[in-house]
């Protein structure tokens, strides 16, 4: 089947890759609302930098856009909308409105609308197909298609990219279903037919959970452990020598993944009455993780809290993972204002991360330059690869009678600089 | 280093595979207290089939006892005492204890004592060790010695063998360390040294923590699609196509380790003062998902109560793993238990377990043939192998308008029959 004209909606981590990756080899035309976003991406630049300039040029037949109208023109639709929580954290689908509507304005007969966010069972049929038949009064299966196919884009990851990683893919009925198996196996090699788009969202949101669950567990281990005086990371480093291990380790759960699909699933449990305790267990291990450092250091560096407040403190990393420029949902950052609340001397250093973006969200604290013989006491949360080149800078900038502090390798506050 | 005399207490499933192992080039003495295990396995009979009679008797340097006194002219003991969990649901040490005190009457000067049984740190030292210390008066790392290491035994598996599996071992100082690590190297290829025995024991009790969540993690999946009217194993199928999505099923979690040494950690937390909500929250979903069950299916099956309690039920598979004989702790069983309180026809049918003991364990209810359009409801639970060549007497026994349940394929009744 000849496949022509498709229209990609958003163009971040998941919609870029996507619009660049048909646009090697089909008419693709890419779509966001930021401007800033479509100025670089027409010049070629990424500010994720998941991509090249040499990458993006060279997919010749994808064109950048800013003006919604120039998508009708296209046969397929792929929607890449956010899907984040309110501060209730509930699901936020305000995004996935949106993009119904804008969709209710260019539809045309026969067009295959797919859905690639993280959403719970029910949203792609009852609440986006909805939205477009009330907006434009078309018919799903008699006037057009709607799918589902849910995006598996891991950032930073060079290894499973979108055309290595098995794509699963549902549609609304057995024409839709075919139509949405030819689109992605132009560009993927392997395509996975879910029964249904319900069958579809529901195993996209529980890849995500069951990551979260595991880090929550070791997570609680942590806290056990260092009641215990264990070191939770050799004990997690003697398990992991059995077959069938699964090594997990402590985390400040962020992004805009793991720590917030969850929510989706448990709203709509919770909707229809079920309460899922192991989930929400989890959860709340996870959003307080941060808090329980916090206390854990304070009473181990055994101070009064006026004392705590005087002195001078260092966090290393701020952004939502290792090796990755990401700021959304960071639990550094949420680690960092927590702690803000104990002490006046609280700096963050980030090299990795966008400086302008990280100086928005933390308001004062950003540092640039590390000075020699200053601080009382330095935590490293997030082990960037970079770090090993500033080693000798940020050993020399703890006091001689500093004290240093590894999430990723002890519970304990340690004389020990960084290594 | 010369290794000689090895005494090892408990021939079950973890101590039997170790003094095969060592006996086959060291003298090593096997000491069990039941008398009926004793006699089968001097004439080289195991009843757990792990073992056949040939490779029983082909550790020639291994002498089976049921005297404890032989067991003093031993330089190591191996302690797999059985360390299950009371009606509280909190451990039970009685064995261990039991160990110690039979011990205490054997101890010689710089005797190697290892515990290998699945405990909560603290255990081998705190409990074990002083027991011995105050009934023998003998002190730890003066005049004996202390270890820890924790069994990785999986019966049925003959890929993860006693001999290719990585051992962790601990000892009370370093010189403890050195021999116990000296001893193990004798049969296995990959001796792991864990920086204290609590690290070695908290490790072992964590290895099957995980799993016991990840089960119940699936078994709230479970519950919610059912709720949700979506086929959980058709969810489980289409996320597992995701390369890092773990691949647990739904189950009724049985057995001696997995079911139950949660508690042993949960119990320890709670004596200090920590809640491991997620842990618990695991484990109240995985107990009672075998009522969750039978619930849901009176429901489905749509009957009053007095005409569910008529029908007539088949269980298929008793014992607490596939393809195996265990029975202890079996998820099945409390299965057929709970069931009985609404259901006065109820069967079981399991050719792979110990007849005897099935009948002993369910009083009322074991079959061993199935009649012919007899059953209303049947129950497939268990599936063994072995089932598959009873195919057709199981569609048999069913009624004409019988209803079918699988639960390892679907959360609904079915007409369709077991294939």
Redesign the interface.
């Given at each position: 089947m000849q496949i022509d004209k498709i229209g990609i909606l958003g163009l971040g981590y998941v919609g870029l890759p996507l619009a660049i990756s048909f646009g090697k080899s089909i008419h693709c035309i890419g779509y966001d609302i930021d401007k800033i976003r479509i100025n670089n991406l027409k010049k070629g630049i990424d500010k994720n930098q998941e991509f090249t300039k040499k990458i993006i040029k060279n997919s010749l037949k994808l064109k950048i856009t800013g003006r919604l109208l120039d998508l009708n023109v296209c046969k397929y639709l792929i929607v890449t909308a956010p899907t984040p929580i309110n501060l209730n954290k509930e699901p936020d689908l305000s995004f996935i409105k949106k993009a119904a509507i804008d969709i209710s304005k260019i539809i045309k007969k026969d067009m295959v609308i797919i859905l690639e966010s993280t959403v719970y069972?029910g949203v792609t049929e009852d609440f986006f197909g909805k939205i477009i038949t009330q907006k434009s009064g078309l018919i799903v299966n008699k006037d057009f298609f709607l799918g589902y196919s849910p995006e598996?884009i891991n950032p930073g990851d060079k290894v499973?990219t979108l055309e290595r990683?098995?794509k699963?893919i549902s549609g609304s009925n057995n024409t839709a279903t075919k139509k949405i198996y030819n689109l992605y196996s132009k560009i993927i090699k392997?395509v996975?037919i879910?029964?249904n788009i319900?069958?579809?969202e529901?195993?996209?949101v529980?890849?995500n959970?069951?990551r979260d669950?595991?880090i929550?567990?070791v997570n609680?281990?942590y806290?056990?452990?260092d009641?215990?005086k264990?070191?939770p990371h050799?004990?997690?480093k003697?398990?992991s020598?059995?077959?069938n291990?699964?090594n997990f380790k402590p985390g400040l759960v962020g992004g805009h993944c793991i720590g917030v699909d969850p929510y989706y699933?448990t709203y709509?449990?919770k909707t229809?009455?079920?309460n899922?305790?192991?989930?929400l267990?989890?959860r709340?291990?996870n959003d307080s993780m941060h808090i329980y450092i916090i206390k854990s250091l304070i009473k181990k560096i055994n101070l009064s809290n006026k004392g705590f407040s005087k002195i001078k403190i260092l966090i290393l990393g701020a952004t939502f993972k290792e090796n990755c420029s990401d700021l959304r949902n960071s639990g550094s950052i949420k680690f960092f204002n927590e702690l803000k609340k104990y002490n006046n001397n609280l700096h963050i250093y980030d090299p990795v991360a966008d400086q302008r973006l990280l100086k928005k969200i933390t308001k004062i604290g950003v540092v640039n330059n590390l000075k020699a013989n200053y601080y009382n006491l330095i935590i490293l949360l997030v082990p960037h690869k970079s770090f090993k080149k500033d080693k000798k800078k940020i050993n020399k900038s703890l006091k001689l009678d500093g004290q240093y502090y590894d999430f990723n390798k002890s519970t304990k506050l340690d004389k020990i600089r960084f290594s």
């Amino acid at each position: 089947m000849q496949i022509d004209k498709i229209g990609i909606l958003g163009l971040g981590y998941v919609g870029l890759p996507l619009a660049i990756s048909f646009g090697k080899s089909i008419h693709c035309i890419g779509y966001d609302i930021d401007k800033i976003r479509i100025n670089n991406l027409k010049k070629g630049i990424d500010k994720n930098q998941e991509f090249t300039k040499k990458i993006i040029k060279n997919s010749l037949k994808l064109k950048i856009t800013g003006r919604l109208l120039d998508l009708n023109v296209c046969k397929y639709l792929i929607v890449t909308a956010p899907t984040p929580i309110n501060l209730n954290k509930e699901p936020d689908l305000s995004f996935i409105k949106k993009a119904a509507i804008d969709i209710s304005k260019i539809i045309k007969k026969d067009m295959v609308i797919i859905l690639e966010s993280t959403v719970y069972p029910g949203v792609t049929e009852d609440f986006f197909g909805k939205i477009i038949t009330q907006k434009s009064g078309l018919i799903v299966n008699k006037d057009f298609f709607l799918g589902y196919s849910p995006e598996r884009i891991n950032p930073g990851d060079k290894v499973h990219t979108l055309e290595r990683v098995t794509k699963v893919i549902s549609g609304s009925n057995n024409t839709a279903t075919k139509k949405i198996y030819n689109l992605y196996s132009k560009i993927i090699k392997k395509v996975h037919i879910s029964k249904n788009i319900k069958t579809a969202e529901a195993a996209k949101v529980i890849e995500n959970i069951q990551r979260d669950v595991n880090i929550a567990l070791v997570n609680e281990y942590y806290q056990l452990f260092d009641k215990l005086k264990l070191n939770p990371h050799d004990v997690l480093k003697t398990a992991s020598t059995k077959w069938n291990f699964l090594n997990f380790k402590p985390g400040l759960v962020g992004g805009h993944c793991i720590g917030v699909d969850p929510y989706y699933l448990t709203y709509l449990a919770k909707t229809k009455g079920y309460n899922p305790k192991l989930i929400l267990a989890g959860r709340e291990i996870n959003d307080s993780m941060h808090i329980y450092i916090i206390k854990s250091l304070i009473k181990k560096i055994n101070l009064s809290n006026k004392g705590f407040s005087k002195i001078k403190i260092l966090i290393l990393g701020a952004t939502f993972k290792e090796n990755c420029s990401d700021l959304r949902n960071s639990g550094s950052i949420k680690f960092f204002n927590e702690l803000k609340k104990y002490n006046n001397n609280l700096h963050i250093y980030d090299p990795v991360a966008d400086q302008r973006l990280l100086k928005k969200i933390t308001k004062i604290g950003v540092v640039n330059n590390l000075k020699a013989n200053y601080y009382n006491l330095i935590i490293l949360l997030v082990p960037h690869k970079s770090f090993k080149k500033d080693k000798k800078k940020i050993n020399k900038s703890l006091k001689l009678d500093g004290q240093y502090y590894d999430f990723n390798k002890s519970t304990k506050l340690d004389k020990i600089r960084f290594s």
